[in-house]
């Protein structure tokens, strides 16, 4: 599991972006997202250095969080 911190997510189209982004990558991916601390919890096989590019792409950038 990867944990993002994703200072500009605020809604649900926010999500629903980043979800696109996360499945393209890995289709069998899932997020858990709590939006009140801008953090998304992605279980994948991708690693960050693939995720954080696509997301920064997307007009979501990441960093790991701890």
């Not at 200072?7 to 996360?22: E, G, L, N, Q, W």
């Not at 499945?23 to 858990?32: E, Q, V």
Request: aromatic share 4%; with cysteine; charged share 10%.
């Amino acid at each position: 599991m990867i944990q993002l911190h994703i200072p500009d997510m605020s809604c649900s189209h926010c999500t629903a972006v980043i979800t696109r982004t996360v499945k393209a990558l890995d289709p069998a991916a899932t997020i858990d997202f709590d939006l009140d601390a801008h953090l998304a919890s992605v279980h994948t096989d991708q690693g960050a250095s693939a995720l954080l590019p696509a997301l920064a792409a997307a007009g979501y950038p990441a960093t790991a969080a701890a």
